[in-house]
């Protein structure tokens, strides 16, 4: 991946294979944190966004066709929801769509970049929202991947993975070691979710995710949406879980207390989105 541009014509953009996804409007905030280089831009069309390493992260007007669909399936399908873990999302999205779920009673959030959430608290204060201080909340910031090697096992009723591309901080979230500690953590009856890239745009990553969480978990399956300002547009998020495929079948009444908060996700929606898997995909799969 490039460097974001700001060129003239002031477009900021991020280069993927030849391929530019940007954005018209101005960069506010443009800095190299201990971990990475992150940039926060304003734009007329989808308000401010975060771009961590020239990669497009979220947009204010853009976040809830990211955060809906990682959270909902797995919130609204686990067993029980008292205690869940979130490994990065430091734009505070993910967090505050799990809070929407008033089961929860202990919310870990790992973000190993503390500037990603100072910088999102002070310019994108709308997506995390209250989150930030709800009490359910347990902020720490530290390396998701360890803490996931150290919690207890069977300990969370969710966990899931908001990270970046796999590469710089976040490449060790999308390897075998890493699953296989998130498996481990889960409860039996628990649902495990990540992000797992464009189809298109990241077909081989893409692919690579599902056939490894299909190897360390009993089920897992892509689900398929938009995010206009990722490479393609074209975005999935991936389930797992044991013993059944729970994630496909939402719990009614968790389903119904969030449904009208939401842009993007309902249960028509989702059951959609997992049936929309493309036929290149399904037939790499199969073999």
Known sequence: MEKPLEAMTGWIDEIHLGVRYGLKGKVIVDEQSPFQRVTIIDSSRYGKGLLLDGCWMTAERLEKHYHECLVHPALCSAAETKRVLII???DGGTARECLLH?????????????????????????????????????????????????????FYDVVIVDGSDPKGPAKGLFNKAFFENCRRILRPEGVFATQSESPEAFRDIHLTIIKLMREIFDYADPLYGWVPIYPSGWWSWTFASLKKPRYLNPISD????????????SPRWQQGAFAAIPAFIERELKE
């Not at 968790?254 to 996700?265: D, F, L, P």
Request: charged fraction near 25%; proline fraction near 4%; hydrophobic fraction near 45%.
């Open 88 to 90: 990065g999302g430091g």
């Open 102 to 154: 008033k089961g929860i009673e202990q919310l870990d959030m790992i973000e190993i970049d503390r500037r990603v959430v100072e910088l999102s608290k002070e310019h994108l204060p709308s997506i995390g929202a209250n989150a930030w201080n709800d009490p359910r909340l347990n902020l720490k910031i530290e390396d998701g991947i360890a803490w996931a090697s150290s919690a207890p096992n069977a």
């Open 254 to 265: 968790r389903a119904m207390a969030v449904a009208g908060n939401c842009q993007i996700w």
